[in-house]
């Protein structure tokens, strides 16, 4: 069975501009490429492809205006993240209609964000200027964590 997620891809104007930071070498920290930068509001991990499209398909789901910034946080330990605003109701859209499809939402809340690193001993010093970016979101997609570590869009749902 695939390994699924589902994400919200920020605009190519913003992952641009992500992309241009400083991301300095470190030991043990990875820096997540521009193309893989995205909000998830559901990990789902190995599951039924069609059942969880169909769920999607079947679900109303609203729209969102998104905010990342305005500095980068830390996130449990080991990831370093931009603080996404405003994703919280379409993230519930999705997590109820699926809570019995691939491994089991976590039992805390919901944190809206961009992971930009992952690091394994201490999070990297970078001194970026402070964000604000903002963008309507008019879809979410149902994404495959592929083997060679690629996402794969295998579906996309309009927000309405």
Known sequence: MPRLFVAVWPPESVVDKLAGLARPAAP???????????ITL???????QHETRST???????TAQVT??????RLGRGVL???????DELAASVIEPTRFIGDTPPDH???????????????????WPR???????????????????????VATFPLE
Do not use: N
């Open 28 to 38: 043990g920290v990875r820096w997540t490429k521009p193309h893989r930068l995205h």
């Open 109 to 127: 809340p919901f944190v809206g964000h961009l992971t930009v690193a992952r690091f394994r001993r201490r999070p990297p010093q970078v001194d």
């Open 56 to 62: 999607l398909e079947s679900t109303t789901l609203p």
């Open 131 to 153: 964000l604000h970016e903002v963008f309507d979101v008019s879809q979410i997609s149902l994404v495959e964590s592929a083997p060679w570590g690629g996402y794969v869009d």
């Open 68 to 73: 990342i910034g305005p500095a980068p946080e």
């Open 81 to 87: 993240m931009l603080p996404a605003e405003g994703v």
């Open 42 to 48: 559901r990990f789902l991990g190995e599951c039924d």
